[in-house]
C-alpha cells in the first residue's frame, strides 16, 4: 500500500533532492565577486562578472542529483514488490554517497584552486540537504525490511 511509512521516508528524501536545486551548496568571497555554488553550477552574483567555469562541467552533478530524485520517486510506486524497492533504495544510497562525496571531494576542491578562496557554509542551507535525503533513504531501506519481515512471518502463521 501507498499509505506505508517507507513512502513518507521516500517522499522526504524527494523533497530534499528537489530543494537541492532551489538552494547554494556554498557561498564562496573574493576580490574578483560573490559566487554561489549550487547543483546547476557556480554563479558569479555580481553584475557583469565572468563565470570561472563552462557550465557543462557541473552536468554530471545535475545528472546524479536528477537521478536520484527520478529513482526515489519511482520506488515510491514499486510499493507491490518490496524486493525491487529495497534493491531500488540501495542503489539510491550509493547514487547519494556519490552525489556526497562529488560535492566535497571534487566539486568544491575544484573550484578552492580555480578562485583561490575557502568556502563559506554558514548561509549555504543546501549543503545539507543530500544528508538530509541519505538518511530518508536510509531510513526508507529500514521500513522496507521491516514492512518485509512483517509480511513473512504472517505467511507461516498460514
Keep these: 500500500m ?13 523533497i530534499a533532492i528537489a530543494l537541492l536545486f532551489a538552494f547554494p551548496l556554498a557561498q564562496f568571497f573574493s576580490d574578483h565577486g560573490v559566487y554561489f555554488f549550487s547543483v546547476t553550477g557556480l554563479k558569479n552574483m555580481v ?5 570561472a567555469f563552462h557550465p557543462l562541467i557541473f552536468l ?9 530524485a527520478l529513482l526515489t520517486l519511482y ?5 507491490k514488490n518490496r ?16 552525489l556526497i562525496m562529488g560535492i566535497f571531494f571534487l566539486y568544491i576542491p575544484m573550484i578552492e584552486k580555480k578562485i583561490d578562496i575557502v568556502p ?4 549555504a542551507f543546501g549543503i545539507y540537504l543530500p544528508l538530509v535525503a541519505l538518511v530518508f533513504i536510509v ?16 505467511d507461516r502463521l498460514r
Design 83 to 98: 524486493s525491487l524497492q529495497l534493491k531500488l533504495t540501495n542503489i539510491g544510497v550509493l547514487a547519494s554517497i556519490a
Design 75 to 79: 520506488t515510491i510506486f514499486k510499493f
Design 120 to 123: 563559506d557554509y554558514s548561509k
Design 60 to 68: 554530471p552533478l545535475i545528472i546524479v542529483a536528477v537521478g536520484i
Design 139 to 154: 531510513m526508507a531501506i529500514r521500513a522496507i525490511k521491516r514492512d518485509d519481515k512483517l509480511v513473512r512471518s504472517a
Design 2 to 14: 501507498i499509505q506505508r511509512i517507507q513512502t513518507v521516508y521516500l517522499s522526504l528524501a524527494f
Design 47 to 51: 553584475p557583469g562578472g565572468a563565470n
